[in-house]
């Protein structure tokens, strides 16, 4: 069965192929028009992909896509990198959108490294030491997640760890690798592929269920 090109994507792509090679204001001005025109298309793609999620996770109704899609202009006040666009588009799937401080969904399309993500990015502290406790305290429901068939298949852990175990916690615990984690998150790299043949929103749905799991676990610690 041959997959239907979605023609819109593909002009995303290539608009975003372009805005790489033309990071300045003068030239986004001039392809300000196709830029609007390509994130509404994204925005209510991103809005149907909520709408399918919120079937399997009831947290997710009554979100609105315009609070989840990150802007394409990026903060350079601080930072020494001055190019004033990303070169990407981007979405938060959670209750509280873009704001969520909870596990959540992250959808990232940028050619040649489109991926989806989820869990808890740079906790502070606190709420760090929390999900560590969770991790040890219920370590075989957490090993039962990561090692789903399902979960494994899509995927991995990552984000940045300790080198040495946290203060408070076992020195000699076999899972020290799971509580030296600055942060809980799961990565599933696709090819740009993914999102230019058939219905992405229903792919990104389906692969998306599979995390559900993950993001329970680490949001228990908000209803304790």
């Not at 990071?23 to 399918?52: G, M, S």
């Amino acid at each position: 069965m041959v997959r239907k090109v979605n023609g819109y994507m593909s002009r995303l792509f290539d608009f975003l192929n372009r805005l790489a090679m033309n990071n300045n204001r003068e030239w986004f001005h001039q392809n300000k028009a196709e830029f609007d025109e390509l994130r509404t298309l994204w925005l209510n793609d991103v809005q149907r992909l909520i709408n399918l999620m919120a079937e399997y996770d009831e947290s997710l109704k009554s979100v609105d896509a315009k609070d989840c899609v990150y802007r394409i202009y990026r903060d350079i006040r601080f930072s020494p990198n001055k190019l004033p666009y990303k070169t990407y588009f981007s979405t938060v799937v959670a209750q509280g959108g873009r704001k969520t401080l909870k596990g959540c969904y992250y959808l990232h399309v940028q050619p040649g490294e489109c991926g989806l993500h989820g869990g808890i990015w740079c906790p502070e502290m606190p709420l760090l030491t929390r999900l560590r406790h969770e991790v040890e305290d219920n370590i075989d429901e957490f090993l039962s997640i990561i090692n789903d068939a399902e979960f494994k298949k899509r995927y991995r852990l990552s984000g940045d760890s300790l080198k040495t175990m946290p203060k408070g916690f076992d020195k000699n615990s076999p899972y020290g690798e799971y509580i030296k984690m600055k942060e809980y998150l799961v990565s599933m790299p696709v090819s740009d592929d993914y999102f230019l043949s058939g219905d992405w929103v229903e792919q990104v749905a389906d692969d998306f269920r599979y995390m559900k799991p993950f993001n329970d676990f680490l949001n228990y610690v908000f209803e304790v």
